[in-house]
């Protein structure tokens, strides 16, 4: 399964700015999408996740200014990310699972290679 994340760029602080995730080759191995961040000099962290049924997942602390939804006919993911903070600058990227369910263990995943969000005035 290979992904590829586009649509980071330059914000500035209060701005909004739309990802997007294209996953392609044995996608029928994968049912979970999501997108991490990583910010210099701290771990990555869940940003939100999605089923191909459209459940979705968020910590507490994004929950409100970022939204994920999903074209399961074009294998696509997005994320709306509203209210930008400079805190939120980071490379954010894409991931995919094999969970079909949010309580499952994940058994394999891929990465896709990151896009920057730089948040900035």
């Known amino acids: 399964v290979q992904l590829q994340a586009s649509g980071g760029g330059l914000v500035q602080p209060g701005g909004s700015l739309r990802l997007s995730c294209v996953a392609s080759?044995?996608?029928?191995?994968?049912?979970?999408m999501s997108w991490y961040r990583q910010a210099p000099g701290k771990q990555r962290e869940l940003v939100a996740g999605?089923?191909?049924?459209?459940?979705?997942n968020y910590p507490m602390s994004l929950k409100g200014r970022f939204a994920i939804s999903r074209d399961n006919a074009k294998n696509t993911i997005y994320l709306q990310m509203d209210s930008l903070k400079p805190e939120d600058t980071a490379v954010y990227y894409c991931?995919?699972?094999?969970?079909?369910?949010?309580?499952?263990?994940?058994?394999?995943?891929?990465w896709g290679q990151g896009t920057l969000v730089t948040v900035s005035s």
């Open positions: 991931n995919a699972d094999s969970r079909t369910d949010w309580t499952q263990a994940t058994r394999y995943d891929y």
């Open positions: 080759g044995n996608i029928f191995d994968i049912d979970a």
């Open positions: 999605i089923l191909s049924s459209g459940s979705t």
